[in-house]
């Protein structure tokens, strides 16, 4: 059974840093594309960051310069670091899994970061 577990979330002030982190089970986890999508309220869910298998990492122009996206291949875990974190990026925070062009494709159960003063 594959899951995918987020933490981490959480109410933080404009300004300020989370680490996201996601642990899988029941994949290989390193031959895995790992994305953080995020969904806000009444908006579609967007992908916010990615890092391949090979370590190769893109973002969502609005969180350049202040996330980044690792992982850890002997944890089974992708994080997200998130700094001078903005009103703006409140939503709920998904984890996923793709591979073979989402032939494999597996979500977690997403965590809520509130950004707010």
């Known amino acids: 059974q594959v899951r995918l577990v987020e933490s981490g979330g959480g109410l933080v002030q404009p300004g300020g840093s989370l680490r996201l982190p996601c642990t899988a089970s029941g994949i290989i986890f390193s031959i895995y594309a790992m994305d953080w999508y995020r969904q806000a309220p009444g908006k579609q869910r967007v992908m916010v960051a990615r890092?391949?298998?090979?370590?190769?990492?893109n973002y969502v122009d609005s969180v350049k310069g202040r996330f980044i996206i690792s992982r850890d291949n002997a944890k089974n875990t992708v994080y997200l670091q998130m700094n001078s974190l903005k009103p703006e990026d409140t939503a709920v925070y998904y984890c996923?899994?793709?591979?073979?062009?989402?032939?494999?494709?597996?979500w977690g159960q997403g965590t809520q970061v509130t950004v707010s003063s």
């Open positions: 890092i391949t298998s090979g370590g190769s990492t």
């Open positions: 996923n899994a793709h591979r073979d062009y989402r032939s494999f494709d597996y």
